[in-house]
């Protein structure tokens, strides 16, 4: 489980807190905007249903508030997809944030499980075992409490295996929230 | 006091654990539907009326003949589009589909897969040569909060609606001849409904909210569950944490709710089946 588990990438841009057109300014906060471009192809309903998402679970973590009438834009683009793209696409947007050094009130990563067709369940599969899985599972976890910031469900599952699957992806998440610093260090070391 | 400051006019009623319309912090708006030809889409193959206390939801089925793709011969297509005209509310403007609308549509198409309500493999008359697309048109007419559920359920109970007429292909011409006067019902195998929840000061947990309240809220959670007890799926989309324990009792109230919806649908439907 680490950024790329195998040759998923995704390049993250953040452009922001910048000024923001009159019509997309909000008084209070930081107007947040998300881009997601697929590899191929123009964006379609699903990149906006995935902007939809990033966008609100980064709502929650970045301190608009302290950026009044401005707008912060992130822009995604996915290199490669060999599975678990959207929580590759999470754990960008994080890196981004922080790399950027806008306030953040905590960290977020992206962990996706996929359930096998016997109850096995498989953490950062890879688009073969996605397809062959019976549901799939991505969950935004946070870092302080370890709580659930976004979840996306394909597939149906019981009760009790959507809570096994987020109990292995809070543990998860500390392997990479170890891997965000490691690399800040790497970063800020030189 | 409300329209100067909405977030504390609200926090004194949650205090109370009741909101400003009189329901309780678990309690949903009085639910309507009419099913068919009663009030609905006549031009359609089986159509909708949804009422969600104010927010009201119409959808439309088509079902229309094309081939199937090259990859899964034998499926047909169910195509799902939510669309929210400048009708309903002054928060969305006229042109092109925004994101809300879109978003909306990738779920609803999400939820007809994951729960396998219908089978694609039904809607296949012949073998890499001819199915059924139905196209599912999802107009809000009146917004006011919990778009998702009343669509889930409009779209549920106009496919209920649906009769697909007889076809056979004809072999020498190779053309289609549909026979209108032969109706079958959809199989429909999985009965998906939606419960909608919003998070207020990473906190307090509503069901069924208003527009004001989805405004004020800081995060939505969207369950939908079928007859078995299974989640279909968990749409969070961001917004405030929620620790594992909040989300169980989310799913259990999603649970309950199910059992409700249902029993209106078979209601209604036993209702309109004499006719």
Redesign the interface.
Not at chain 1, 52 to 59: D, G, I, S, V, Y
Not at chain 1, 148 to 155: D, E, I, P, R, Y
């Given at each position: 489980p680490c950024l790329s588990p195998g040759d998923t990438s995704v390049l993250a841009g953040l452009y922001g807190p910048a000024e923001a057109k009159l019509s997309k300014e909000l008084p209070d906060r930081a107007a947040l905007e998300v881009l997601l471009r697929p590899k191929v192809g123009l964006p379609g309903?699903?990149e906006?249903?995935r902007?939809?998402?990033?966008?609100?679970?980064?709502?929650?973590v970045v301190l608009g508030a302290l950026h009044p009438r401005t707008a912060i834009t992130l822009v995604l683009q996915v290199l490669s997809d060999a599975g678990s793209l959207l929580s590759c696409c999470l754990n960008a947007a994080c890196m981004a944030l922080l790399d950027a050094g806008l306030p953040l009130c905590?960290l977020f990563c992206g962990v996706t499980c996929a359930l096998g067709p016997d109850g096995a369940i498989t953490l950062d599969p890879t688009a073969r075992q996605e397809q062959e899985a019976r549901?799939v599972?991505t969950f935004?976890i946070?870092s302080?409490?370890r709580?659930?910031?976004?979840?996306?469900?394909?597939?149906?599952?019981?009760?009790e295996e959507?809570?096994q699957c987020?109990?292995a992806a809070?543990r998860a998440a500390d392997t990479v929230f170890q891997f965000y610093r490691d690399s800040l260090r790497r970063r800020y070391s030189k | 006091f409300r329209t100067v400051e909405p977030l504390e006019y609200y926090r004194r009623f949650l205090k109370e654990n009741c909101r400003p319309d009189g329901r309780e912090l678990g309690e949903f708006r009085a639910t309507t539907v009419n099913i068919g030809n009663t009030g609905s889409i006549t031009t359609a193959d089986g159509s909708a009326l949804v009422k969600l206390g104010n927010t009201t939801v119409i959808c439309g089925v088509k079902a229309e003949l094309a081939a199937p793709a090259v990859d899964s011969a034998n499926k047909g297509y169910i195509v799902p589009n939510v669309e929210l005209p400048s009708l309903c509310s002054e928060r969305f403007r006229s042109g092109p589909p925004g994101e809300e609308a879109q978003a909306a549509s990738q779920f609803i198409a999400d939820v007809i897969e994951n729960s396998q309500m219908i089978v694609k493999e039904d809607l296949c008359i012949a073998n890499g040569k001819l199915a059924w697309v139905l196209y599912c048109d999802i107009i809000c007419l009146d917004y006011d909060g919990n778009l998702l559920d009343a669509s889930v359920f409009a779209l549920l109970a106009a496919l209920k609606n649906v009769q697909l007429p007889a076809v056979l292909i004809n072999e020498e011409t190779g053309l289609s001849e549909v026979n209108l006067k032969q109706k079958t019902p959809l199989i429909i195998k999985k009965h998906p409904v939606a419960t909608s929840f919003a998070i207020f000061d990473d906190t307090l947990l509503i069901v069924d909210p208003t527009a004001e309240e989805e405004d004020l809220a800081t995060g939505t959670v969207t369950i939908v569950t079928d007859e078995e007890g299974r989640l279909c799926s968990v749409h969070k989309p961001g917004g405030s944490p929620l620790t594992g324990a909040k989300l169980q009792d989310c799913i259990t109230r999603a649970i309950t709710r199910h059992k409700e919806v249902k029993k209106l649908i078979d209601k209604v439907i036993k209702s309109i089946t004499p006719k």
């Open positions: 309903v699903l906006r249903s902007e939809q998402q990033l966008r609100q679970t980064c709502e929650a905590s549901a599972l935004a946070d302080r409490e709580k659930v910031l976004m979840t996306t469900t394909k597939g149906s599952c019981s009760v959507m809570q987020l109990a809070q | -």
